[in-house]
């Protein structure tokens, strides 16, 4: 028998657990509900003065998520409370989607100026897509095999975590020598991470990499005969160390950006990096231990079988 646990496909579930739906729905909305209420407060300060509809766009979006913050706060933790709330909230992720898409959009065709990166804006998009998702498998009761799950999470923060240092490295004013030195070394680690995620996640739910090779335009339709007839996600012990290996690293990118921030607050560092923005980046490195040591605990609870030793030697 091979060391590896060979995971069961599932349908959704329309009736997920009461109390994990309460305790992940108030999780996840009590952390990013803020930070979509700034990224909209970030899009607008890069934004040119002259740009106004857009400006007034973010504008409403900020007040969309902090009328949002404010109304968690006083839901009760009820399951029919949060379906409710998690509804609005999609629809209000929605609308920030597709702001971020048209600023990205005219950001990539030379059509908007102003101090916002083309990759920053795909970067905050993606955040909002994945939190949506997160929500529609909370409202479905959409459970995800684990192995798939793990490497999900690992390939998401990698990527954000390394964009961060890059981001960092950018807004630094460049006699900050040693600190972009240090912010290029923690983006090329998180790099290396992620592309050993990717081979991983190859090995372990092939189907992933079958679905990235669909078109777009099939996505909203039951596939053809002949798709899906691969291997089911399995979970290998590897993948217990690889999440370590992660949750190593982010603790550094943690620290760092900790450090950073109090170099900002007390102003004994040159760069264009707002308070508000470290704190900000901060708060996600912080959510991504959260997220992985998640994944670290259901990975610890998995039996993996043991070969069986035949070679008749006394180990």
């Known amino acids: 028998m091979g060391r590896y646990v060979d995971e069961r496909e599932h349908q959704p579930h329309p009736k997920p657990g009461a109390d994990n739906f309460v305790r992940e729905s108030f999780r996840q909305n009590?952390?990013?509900?803020?930070?979509?209420?700034?990224?909209?407060?970030?899009?607008?300060?890069?934004?040119?003065?002259?740009?106004?509809?857009?400006?007034?766009?973010?504008?409403k979006l900020e007040g969309l998520f902090r009328g949002l913050r404010a109304?968690?706060?006083?839901?009760?933790?009820?399951?029919?409370?949060?379906?409710?709330?998690?509804?609005?909230?999609?629809?209000?992720?929605?609308?920030?989607?597709?702001?971020?898409?048209?600023?990205?959009?005219?950001?990539?065709?030379?059509?908007?100026?102003?101090?916002n990166l083309p990759l920053l804006i795909d970067h905050i998009r993606r955040e909002a897509i994945r939190f949506r998702v997160i929500l529609l498998r909370l409202q479905n009761g959409i459970k995800v095999p684990l192995a798939e799950q793990a490497l999900q999470e690992e390939i998401f923060w990698?990527?954000?975590?390394?964009?961060?240092?890059?981001?960092i490295a950018h807004l630094l004013d460049p006699s900050e020598r040693p600190l972009i030195r240090q912010s290029v070394q923690f983006a090329e680690g998180f790099e290396t991470l992620r592309l050993q995620a990717e081979d991983l996640e190859s090995m372990e739910v092939p189907r992933a990499f079958e679905n990235w090779l669909l078109p777009e335009k099939l996505s909203d339709w039951p596939l053809p005969s002949g798709f899906g007839d691969l291997p089911r996600p399995l979970v290998i012990p590897r993948l217990v160390r690889f999440n370590e290996e992660v949750i190593d690293l982010t603790k550094e990118i943690r620290d760092f950006k900790e450090a950073a921030l109090q170099l900002i607050e007390a102003c004994q560092v040159?760069?264009?990096?707002?308070?508000?923005?470290?704190?900000?980046?901060l708060r996600e490195a912080e959510m991504a231990l959260d997220d992985l040591r998640i994944i670290g605990r259901k990975?610890?609870?998995?039996?993996?079988?043991?070969?069986e030793d035949r070679s008749g030697i006394d180990c």
Request: hydrophobic residues 45%.
């Open 299 to 307: 990975l610890s609870k998995v039996d993996y079988p043991q070969e």
């Open 270 to 281: 040159l760069s264009i990096i707002p308070p508000l923005l470290a704190d900000h980046v």
């Open 30 to 59: 009590n952390f990013w509900l803020r930070i979509m209420q700034e990224h909209a407060l970030f899009i607008r300060l890069g934004l040119p003065c002259d740009e106004t509809e857009l400006i007034r766009e973010a504008e």
């Open 158 to 167: 990698l990527r954000i975590m390394g964009e961060h240092a890059l981001f």
């Open 71 to 115: 109304e968690l706060r006083r839901l009760p933790h009820k399951p029919e409370a949060f379906r409710a709330f998690n509804d609005r909230v999609i629809e209000a992720l929605g609308k920030i989607i597709d702001f971020k898409s048209i600023v990205l959009k005219k950001l990539i065709t030379c059509r908007l100026g102003g101090s």
